[in-house]
């Protein structure tokens, strides 16, 4: 088994896996600070299946979406919480 | 050789995410999935990213990858803390098993500040009407 099946059948269908169960949190999350950190793993997540994807593909160009991705992560989450807290004071 | 190795931190890296995936997923209340979720995620995505460091030869690729984990370690935990006092102060329930909310009238509501002093904070609230959840549904 090389590198590059062992990528293609086991890392990347774990990794879709989770992506799945944390989409079930979004959909379900009774309050909206549960759904806040499901979009926050869905993104990390996904750096993470780029990341993957840049290694069989050799495009190494894909990273700097990563790059992208991290940032909007984080500034949406601190967006969210900053508003929750506000609209929490009314 | 480096081939073994990168599978190996390749698999913990997504075994990781998948545990933190499942956690989110089964955990009883928010506090505790937030708690699950930010570690083991930034551990994983950390570990995956080592591993593009690792595999390309480039160096413009290993030095995106590690300039990636540096942020995340940074960020996260930043976020996290963000969004946990946001829904403490949004009244999110705890899970019903909690033993001790020692936040309990800590925070001054007014002012968003965190008291060492309870008296100078709200005063305590009657007992029914603290933040632990009374059944399992309420956190679900």
Request: one cysteine or more; charged letters at 20%.
């Amino acid at each position: 088994m090389t590198l590059e099946t062992y990528f293609d059948y086991v890392i990347l269908p774990i990794l879709t896996i989770s992506i799945i169960l944390v989409f079930v949190r979004l959909l379900k999350g009774p309050h909206v600070v549960d759904r806040v950190v499901a979009l926050d793993l869905i993104i990390t997540i996904g750096i993470g299946i780029i990341t993957v994807f840049t290694i069989r593909s050799n495009q190494k160009v894909l990273l700097d979406v990563a790059i992208i991705l991290a940032l909007i992560a984080f500034l949406g989450t601190i967006a969210f919480s900053y508003y929750i807290e506000k609209r929490n004071d009314e | 050789m480096s081939d073994i190795f990168i599978a190996i931190i390749s698999t913990i890296g997504a075994l990781s995410i998948f545990f933190a995936s499942l956690g989110i997923l089964r955990m009883p209340d928010f506090y505790l999935r937030l708690s699950v979720t930010v570690k083991a995620s930034t551990l994983g995505v950390g570990l995956l990213l080592l591993c593009a460091a690792i595999i390309f030869p480039d160096i413009s690729v290993t030095t995106k990858a590690i300039a990636i984990i540096f942020f995340l370690f940074i960020t996260s935990p930043i976020a996290a803390h963000m969004i946990g006092r946001a829904s403490y102060f949004s009244n999110t329930p705890l899970w019903k098993g909690t033993i001790i909310d020692e936040l309990e009238g800590m925070y001054n509501k007014e002012t968003h500040e965190l008291e060492s002093d309870p008296e100078k904070a709200d005063p305590p609230r009657a007992p029914e009407e603290d933040n632990i959840a009374d059944t399992e549904e309420e956190t679900k």
